[in-house]
């Protein structure tokens, strides 16, 4: 079974809208990191948020927002009024004891924000 | 330089060449990975090196060999490469701690094609 779970491989909006992306984890740990990265068409991965296990709190960063609920394990990201510039790859990733804190990666959600 | 640089930034190889990728780090990190990006997959990571000592490797041919001279740089070397190796492979580098996790910062990758 896959441990981090992005379900969306690709996603299409206009400017302006906002969009959700959805990551679903699996863990047995209690204590464990959940991570947002964005790859940009020239390849790059761009660290965006780095979330604990212990802090469910919701994290806004200007236009991009991120929700956490243990309950459901799932650390969606939010950006509010798209814009082109948003276009990229999106990697939701997993850090645990269990796997020596290695990150383990999702597959990614493309996301095309049309003008 | 900032950051983590690659180079080359492209590559095209021979089955039968023998190339290196290089890498190196200007944040201070003291563990640095390689990783493979191939289309429609999710990030397989290759080589761990913390403290310039291996801590991992991910099941990878030994057609690929990493090297890790210092903290700030590593090497991955090619030899009798197959085309199913073309991809883009990405280093990264992070504050490792132990018992803890810290965000990888990566460089724009090499993107590599095998004839």
């Known amino acids: 079974a896959q441990k981090v779970t992005q379900a969306q491989t690709e996603i299409s909006v206009v400017e302006k809208e906002d969009v959700t992306l959805d990551c679903v984890y699996e863990?047995?740990?209690?204590?464990?990191?959940l991570f947002w990265y964005k790859q940009p068409p020239s390849g790059e991965l761009v660290f965006l948020i780095r979330?604990?296990?212990?802090d469910e709190q919701n994290e806004i960063s200007g236009r991009y927002s991120w929700n956490f609920q243990k309950s459901t394990s799932s650390f969606n990201f939010t950006i509010t009024a798209s814009q082109v510039v948003d276009s990229a790859v999106y990697f939701c990733a997993l850090s645990e004891m269990d796997s020596n804190y290695q990150l383990i990666w999702g597959a990614g959600t493309k996301l095309i924000i049309k003008p | 330089e900032t950051g983590v640089t690659q180079t080359p930034r492209h590559l095209v190889m021979g089955m039968t060449n023998k190339k290196s990728l290089k890498c190196e780090q200007h944040l201070g990190h003291n563990a640095m990975y390689w990783y493979k990006q191939s289309a429609k997959k999710p990030l397989e990571l290759m080589f761990v090196y913390s403290l310039e000592e291996r801590v991992e490797n991910n099941s990878v041919p030994s057609r690929f060999s990493p090297e890790c001279p210092n903290s700030s740089h590593l090497f991955l070397h090619l030899h009798t490469l197959q085309p199913e190796d073309s991809a883009l492979y990405l280093c990264?580098?992070?504050?490792?701690?132990?018992?803890?996790?810290?965000?990888?910062?990566f460089g724009p990758g090499t993107r590599l094609t095998v004839l």
């Open positions: 863990t047995r740990d209690t204590t464990y990191y």
């Open positions: 979330r604990n296990s212990f």
């Open positions: 990264a580098s992070s504050q490792a701690a132990s018992g803890n996790y810290n965000e990888q910062f």
